[in-house]
C-alpha cells in the first residue's frame, strides 16, 4: 500500500512540474502533449493499481507482481522516447551544418564583394 | 595532359583546405597552391579555429570561409565544395592544411579527370611514389580499412583515409548535398561509388606533417574504426537518403 502512496506522490509531482513548464513555455507544444498524457496516466496507475485493475492483464503476460507490469510498460516506453530524442537531436544536427555552412558562405560573399 | 590543358583545367578548379587551427601553416600551404597551381581558386574553409588561421589565409591571398562554429573535418570540406559549385568550378581538390600535402603533385590527380575517365580520384601514398612511412600501430587499422573499402566499392584502394582528392563536377554535387560527418574520407569514397560515379587511385608523394600531430590517436582511433565500420556496412548500404 505504502508504494501506492509514493506513486501517487511521485505522479501528481511530474504533473506539477509539467504544467509549470508548459505556461513557462519551456516545453514545445507536442513535447507538452507527451509528457501531461505521462502524468495523467501515472496517475490513474497509482489509483487503478491498488484496486486491482491490472491483476487480470498482468497475468495474462505472466507477470506475478501487476506493478512490474507498469514497470516494464514504462521502461519501453523511455526507451522509445529517448530514441526519438536521438534522432531529433541527429536531424537538428544536420539542420546546424547547413545553417552554419550558409552564413559562412554569404559572409565570404559579403567580403569579397567591391566596396561601393 | 598538355601543359595547356593542365593549365586550362586550374583555371577551373577550385582548391579546398579545410583548416581547425592551423594559423602556423596555413600561409605557407596557400602560397605553395597558388605557385603549384597557378589560375586555381583557393578558399580556406575556416573551421571555427580560434588562432590565427583566417588572418593568414586572407594574407596569403585565400578566399576565406570561415564557420561560425567548428563543424568538424566532414562539415568543413563539404562547405568547400559547396562554394566551389556556386562559384561554377569544374573541378575540386581538396588539399589539407597542415602542410601534409605537396600541391606539385595535384596534376597527377588531375589526368584521368580532365580526360573524363574518372568522376573522383583520390592520391595514395602507397603506389610506389614517395617514400612515406606509416607509424607501425596504424598498419593494421590501414590494411583493414583498405579490405573493407575494397569489398564496399568493387575496386582496390590502398589509402582510404587520405584527404588528397580530386574531384569533377558530378560528385562535387553530390557532395554539396551528402557527406559524411565525423571521419568523411573513408566513407565517401564508398558513397561516390554507389552514386554510380568511377573513384580511382593514383601514387602522389607525401611528406610527415610539418605542424601538429594527427586528430586520431589512441581511444579515438578505435572509436574512429568502428565508426568507419558501420557507417561502410550500414550507412552506405541502404541509400536511402532524405
Redesign the interface.
Known amino acids: 500500500m505504502k508504494g501506492d502512496i509514493l506513486a501517487g506522490i511521485i505522479s501528481v509531482v511530474l504533473l506539477m512540474v509539467t504544467i509549470r513548464a508548459i505556461r513557462q513555455r519551456r516545453l514545445m507544444e507536442t513535447h507538452a502533449v507527451l509528457w501531461l498524457s505521462v502524468s495523467v496516466v501515472t496517475v490513474l496507475l497509482s489509483v487503478a493499481l491498488p484496486f486491482g485493475a491490472f491483476t487480470p492483464l498482468a497475468h495474462f503476460f505472466g507477470i506475478a507482481y501487476p506493478p512490474d507490469m507498469v514497470l516494464v510498460f514504462g521502461l519501453f516506453f523511455f526507451a522509445l522516447f529517448t530514441f526519438h530524442l536521438s534522432v531529433s537531436m541527429s536531424r537538428l544536427a544536420a539542420r546546424?551544418?547547413v545553417l552554419?555552412?550558409e552564413?559562412?558562405?554569404v559572409?565570404?560573399m559579403l567580403?569579397?564583394e567591391p566596396a561601393p | 595532359m598538355t601543359p595547356e590543358q593542365l593549365a586550362d583545367a586550374l583555371t577551373r578548379t577550385c582548391v579546398v583546405i579545410p583548416a581547425f587551427n592551423e594559423g602556423e601553416s596555413i600561409g605557407a600551404v596557400v602560397r605553395a597552391v597558388y605557385e603549384h597551381m597557378p589560375g586555381a581558386t583557393v578558399v580556406v574553409v575556416n573551421d571555427g579555429s580560434t588562432d590565427d588561421t583566417e588572418a593568414n589565409a586572407r594574407a596569403a591571398g585565400a578566399n576565406v570561409v570561415s564557420l561560425p562554429l567548428n563543424l568538424g573535418i566532414g562539415g568543413a570540406v563539404q562547405t568547400g565544395y559547396k562554394f566551389a559549385v556556386r562559384r561554377g568550378l569544374h573541378f575540386a581538390v581538396q588539399v589539407d592544411g597542415d602542410g601534409q600535402h605537396d600541391p606539385r603533385e595535384a596534376p597527377h590527380l588531375f589526368a584521368s579527370l580532365v580526360r573524363g575517365e574518372a568522376d573522383m580520384v583520390v592520391g595514395s601514398r602507397w603506389l610506389g611514389r614517395g617514400d612515406y612511412v606509416a607509424p607501425r600501430n596504424r598498419r593494421f587499422a590501414m590494411k583493414f580499412l583498405e579490405a573493407l573499402v575494397s569489398w564496399r566499392a568493387g575496386s582496390r584502394f590502398t589509402d582510404t583515409t587520405s584527404g588528397f582528392r580530386a574531384l569533377n563536377r558530378r560528385t562535387m554535387e553530390l557532395f554539396a548535398e551528402h557527406y559524411p560527418s565525423d571521419f568523411p574520407e573513408v566513407e565517401s569514397i564508398v558513397l561516390a561509388h554507389h552514386h554510380g560515379l568511377r573513384v580511382t587511385e593514383v601514387p602522389v608523394k607525401m611528406v610527415a606533417r610539418e605542424f601538429g600531430t594527427s586528430s586520431i590517436t589512441g581511444l579515438r582511433s578505435l572509436y574512429f574504426m568502428i565508426r568507419v565500420t558501420v557507417g561502410l556496412l550500414v550507412g552506405v548500404m541502404g541509400g536511402e537518403e532524405k
Open positions: 546546424e551544418r552554419a555552412q552564413i559562412a558562405l559572409r565570404e567580403n569579397s
